[in-house]
């Protein structure tokens, strides 16, 4: 069983930066492909990003290419994501995930991943 916790939501303008945490405990966080989601009111749950086990190699979706970096820090057992560039497009809850496979076999589907935080609120007002 792994537990996360986000944190670090919040409402910003336009062309602010946010940086969102996820805490993992329970087991091996290193052992997990990490994912960070979002959903926007009455809207399926989307892919944002994925990030390796040690963080290597990360993929991103098309709608944040290029303003969000995820990163993690093993030691930690946490999972970041920088959101730079924010638009009011990106109003949504944020979920990290954890997925329990080889980084060849991960996708950015919801339902392959084991377990989810409770999501934090990310608001950009216009």
């Known amino acids: 069983q792994v537990q996360l916790v986000e944190s670090g939501g919040g409402l910003v303008q336009a062309g602010a930066s946010l940086r969102l945490s996820c805490t993992a405990s329970g087991r091996t966080f290193s052992n997990y492909v990490m994912g960070w989601f979002r959903q926007a009111p009455g809207k399926e749950r989307e892919f944002v990003a994925r990030?390796?086990?040690?963080?290597?190699?990360?993929v991103y979706s098309d709608s944040v290419k290029g303003r969000f970096t995820i990163s993690r820090d093993n030691a930690k057992n946490t999972v970041y994501l920088q959101m730079m560039s924010l638009k009011p497009e990106d109003t949504a809850v944020y979920y990290c995930?954890?997925?329990?496979?080889?980084?060849?076999?991960?996708?950015?589907?919801?339902?392959?991943?084991?377990?989810w935080g409770q999501g934090t609120q990310v608001t950009v007002s216009s």
């Open positions: 990030i390796s086990w040690a963080g290597a190699v990360t």
């Open positions: 995930a954890a997925h329990r496979a080889p980084w060849a076999l991960s996708t950015g589907t919801p339902r392959n991943y084991d377990y």
